[in-house]
């Protein structure tokens, strides 16, 4: 048999996909991730984060999560805390942010059993680590899934008070128990109070919602009312939600960075973002944007979705400018 024609016999066996050559596929590719695996562990264990292009790699091995969560218990604080940051992006979906960009893990946690492990983290005896649980639970997880776990968070939380953003996790388990909790635990109510405040206009307090819509539409230090949009979007009640797409032409804008300018309606879209964390309209842009464009269109899902329109003009356009020197 020629050269010429042993090479067409394999180029046809490729193209129909040999069971040779894709088992060969198979075990490179099973020992790429094994290999990630291998290195994400090891930084875990040394308290330092991994590669996002680790997690991604090690990501495709069925034993990820449980690997990590296997090896929790014999950590050190540091590692258990780096180890809930590989966990939850381990758990969330893989995304292409821009055209021709890798993937990489999207701001919400899907998987069961990584929210299971982050609820267990609650109970921590140090601090940061359940700090750590309570932050990507509330910043990551739906609220589906804080709501399955909603018994195991308030025994959690009740033994241990003395975890940071515990109140903005109460919050979304919507129970009547975890209002109860906000009122009457002194260790949870007076933490952070505006954040129970948040808490406690998410359950249902209008007072408290009121307060937090009115201290919005009419503070002028615009990083504290930056702050309020965050917290109005975590309320999401259907009065702060409209309250936040109402502001999407306000027209202030700030020095965020010596001379450098940020619009407004960039916190108001965070706001929203944090009220609908799957919707990708309202993901921060993995490049910054260069037109109206990218206005025009959370404006025209605002519309369509929540019924909102303006009567003024759209504001010039300004994103988030960056700082001199830069």
């Not at 997690?55 to 780096?82: L, Y």
Request: with cysteine; charged share 25%.
């Amino acid at each position: 048999m020629t050269v010429r024609r042993r090479v067409r016999i394999f180029l046809a066996l490729l193209a129909l996909g040999s069971p040779a050559w894709k088992g060969t596929a198979a075990v490179s590719n099973e020992t790429k991730e094994a290999s990630a695996l291998s290195r994400v562990v090891a930084q875990i264990d040394q308290g330092t984060s991994p590669s996002t292009q680790d997690i991604v790699a090690a990501k495709s091995s069925p034993s990820a999560i449980a690997t990590v969560v296997g090896g929790m218990d014999q950590r050190s604080p540091r590692a258990r805390e780096v180890a809930l940051g590989v966990l939850a992006d381990l758990g969330a979906p893989l995304v292409v942010l821009e055209k021709g960009w890798s993937p990489e893990p999207s701001p919400v946690v899907e998987d069961p059993v990584v929210v299971r492990e982050l609820v267990a983290r609650l109970r921590d005896a140090e601090r940061d680590v359940r700090t750590r649980a309570c932050s990507i639970l509330v910043e990551r997880v739906t609220d589906g899934l804080v709501a399955d776990h909603s018994a195991q968070i308030l025994a959690a939380l009740e033994k241990q008070p003395a975890t940071d953003e515990a109140a903005k996790l109460l919050g979304k388990t919507g129970t009547a128990s975890a209002m109860r909790l906000l009122r009457t635990v002194p260790a949870l109510r007076d933490a952070a109070p505006e954040e129970t405040r948040s808490a406690l206009a998410r359950l249902g307090d209008r007072e408290a919602e009121s307060a937090l819509v009115e201290a919005f539409l009419h503070q002028e230090d615009p990083r504290a009312r930056s702050r309020l949009a965050h917290a109005l979007g975590y309320v999401k009640t259907v009065r702060a939600v409209l309250t936040l797409a109402r502001e999407l032409r306000t027209p202030q804008v700030y020095a965020w960075n010596q001379t450098a300018r940020c619009s407004m309606r960039v916190h108001v879209i965070e706001g929203l973002h944090r009220a609908f964390p799957s919707e990708r309209i309202f993901w921060p842009p993995a490049l910054g944007p260069s037109g109206d464009a990218y206005y025009e269109a959370v404006e025209t899902w605002v519309t369509k979705y929540l019924g909102v329109t303006w009567s003024t003009p759209r504001p010039p356009y300004l994103y988030m400018e960056d700082a001199p020197g830069k």
